[in-house]
């Protein structure tokens, strides 16, 4: 190599054509477009002049058959454009060896190209099916737009306490039926509980409230998002929109009906509209429709599948990172650090496993906290975090999906007691408690269910401790307790 030649991958800025058929034209046009220059060697002498008018291009005419290599052939890449794959496989055969070759046109009427050829333009068949996901989404905004243009008061709905999926596909809602020239009323049903979400509804700066008791009377247009009619158990909405990825109640029915059980967020859904219909997406509304997407899909990482990865690779770049770090870096809330505080110091090790009993709570969320905190110990594999609320003793579990599956776990350890069940990573298990029982009880059966292999004895022991723990006992050495090992 020359001491002038470039260090490094630099893209080329010239192509070279070899061949004859008709795809040759509109090739030279795509990249004379771009200002790249274009080498053609053919056989077909009448090229040369229906290339004259294109700047940038150089036309040699070789013998037919292409036998050999044009002694001033210029660097990679090279497109061949031959009718045959015989031919084309020979021209292969006296190029310098390079991965850069593509085959023009002839790809577009087969299934399948060849090996050791590129191909320039996607596979008609995927192109196809992007095409008609398009024209359903354009018919589903179209629908949208015109419920919203008839409407005089259009109100989005959320159930109850609603998590940032649904704030999301509300507001990306909201901003489709705004490109109609609607502005939607957005309410939730019941209480937004976590911090999170507060933050999120400010910073939106939409009017996102609780709704109001006679507000529907003047609704003539009702949408429900991330959620289906039928969760409210009295007075479900009487919904014409109904857009939500939940498994399809039986009871749903909806004028506008787009329940997507395969996509990871509702949010994604919105997405896909306001990206195939070319409308405007704000920060704001990228910002929501991300968090939404990214706490449904736990960042990708639980039930996403390609929409939702062509929803986060549009979303990504438009919205707000300072205020989604902010979101991210505070998830605690005040009271809830003297609960972890406590946890730590009352945990029970043993052998991979840190188990916490908190008694009494006033909501589940100190256990999620707990759990999530403990698991990131070395030598911890899973997490169990058990409370009594509401009368109910609720059991979060938390593994690294490898040596564990938690989600098993807890259906095998509580799913004849209550509801339990969950992923490889993550579990939850919620048991009513009878009249009587308190979070003492509760103790033996945490420890009884989640340990049936267990000698009695050794449960009984487990047990005691606990109970120890939730009656307020200290923790006897600032040390770990470990409870000895079964026959697992
Ligand atoms: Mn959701």
């Given at each position: 190599m020359g001491p002038s030649a470039p260090i490094g991958p630099v893209a080329p800025r010239q192509v070279t054509i070899i061949g004859h058929h008709s795809q040759i034209v509109p090739t030279v046009g795509f990249f004379v477009g771009g200002s790249i220059q274009v080498r053609v060697y053919t056989s077909k002498a009448?090229?040369?002049?229906?290339?004259?008018?294109?700047?940038?291009?150089?036309?040699?005419?070789?013998?037919?058959?292409?036998?050999?290599?044009?002694?001033?052939?210029?660097?990679?890449?090279?497109?061949?454009?031959?009718?045959?794959?015989?031919?084309?496989?020979?021209?292969?055969?006296?190029?310098?060896?390079?991965?850069?070759?593509?085959?023009?046109?002839?790809?577009?009427?087969?299934?399948?190209?060849?090996?050791?050829?590129?191909?320039?333009?996607?596979?008609?068949?995927?192109?196809?099916?992007?095409?008609?996901?398009?024209?359903?989404?354009?018919?589903?905004?179209?629908?949208?737009?015109?419920?919203?243009?008839?409407?005089?008061?259009?109100?989005?709905?959320?159930?109850?306490?609603?998590?940032?999926?649904?704030?999301?596909?509300?507001?990306?809602?909201?901003?489709?039926?705004?490109?109609?020239?609607?502005?939607?009323?957005?309410?939730?049903?019941?209480?937004?509980?976590?911090?999170?979400?507060?933050?999120?509804?400010?910073?939106?700066?939409?009017?996102?409230?609780?709704?109001?008791?006679?507000?529907?009377?003047?609704?003539?247009?009702?949408?429900?998002?991330?959620?289906?009619?039928?969760?409210?158990?009295?007075?479900?909405?009487?919904?014409?929109?109904?857009?939500?990825?939940?498994?399809?109640?039986?009871?749903?029915?909806?004028?506008?009906?787009?329940?997507?059980?395969?996509?990871?967020?509702?949010?994604?859904?919105?997405?896909e509209y306001l990206v195939e219909a070319d409308l405007a997406i704000s920060r704001p509304v990228a910002t929501a429709l991300l968090y939404g997407l990214t706490s449904d899909t736990d960042d990708l990482n639980r039930n996403a599948g390609p929409a939702d990865i062509r929803a986060f690779d549009v979303l990504h770049p438009l919205a707000d990172h300072h205020f989604l770090a902010r979101l991210d870096k505070s998830q605690v809330p005040m009271s809830v650090l003297d609960y972890i505080a406590w946890g730590i110091s009352h945990r029970v090790v043993f052998r991979d496993l840190i188990l916490i009993h908190f008694g009494e709570v006033p909501t589940p969320d100190i256990m999620v906290q707990v759990a999530d905190l403990v698991l990131l110990t070395h030598g911890i594999n899973w997490a169990v975090c058990a409370g009594v609320v509401d009368g109910k003793l609720v059991v979060i579990f938390r593994g690294d999906g490898h040596h564990q599956n938690v989600g098993k776990r807890a259906s095998l350890a509580f799913a004849k007691l209550g509801s339990a069940g969950g992923h490889r990573t993550m579990g939850r298990a919620e048991i009513p408690l009878r009249k009587g029982e308190e979070s003492d009880d509760s103790v033996a059966i945490l420890v009884n269910n989640l340990f049936k292999r267990m000698s009695p004895a050794r449960r009984a022991k487990f047990i005691k401790l606990l109970k120890g723990y939730v009656r307020g006992e200290g923790p006897d050495k600032h040390e770990d307790f470990e409870v000895g090992h079964t026959g697992r």
């Open positions: 009448d090229l040369e002049h229906q290339l004259a008018p294109y700047p940038g291009v150089h036309v040699t005419v070789v013998p037919g058959g292409y036998q050999q290599r044009p002694a001033d052939l210029p660097e990679p890449p090279y497109f061949i454009a031959a009718e045959t794959e015989e031919e084309s496989l020979r021209i292969k055969g006296w190029l310098p060896p390079t991965v850069a070759i593509f085959w023009l046109g002839s790809e577009q009427r087969r299934r399948s190209l060849a090996k050791g050829f590129l191909s320039l333009m996607p596979s008609p068949a995927a192109n196809r099916r992007q095409v008609l996901r398009r024209f359903a989404a354009l018919k589903r905004v179209d629908t949208l737009m015109d419920l919203a243009r008839a409407a005089r008061q259009p109100f989005i709905l959320m159930y109850s306490d609603p998590d940032p999926d649904a704030i999301g596909a509300a507001l990306g809602l909201a901003s489709i039926w705004r490109h109609a020239g609607a502005t939607a009323q957005i309410r939730y049903t019941g209480e937004v509980q976590r911090y999170q979400n507060k933050l999120l509804i400010n910073y939106l700066k939409y009017g996102i409230e609780r709704l109001k008791e006679d507000e529907l009377e003047s609704a003539d247009l009702i949408a429900v998002v991330d959620a289906q009619p039928g969760f409210w158990r009295d007075r479900p909405p009487n919904a014409q929109v109904v857009i939500d990825h939940h498994p399809r109640r039986e009871d749903t029915t909806a004028a506008f009906l787009d329940l997507r059980e395969g996509y990871g967020s509702t949010s994604s859904i919105l997405t």
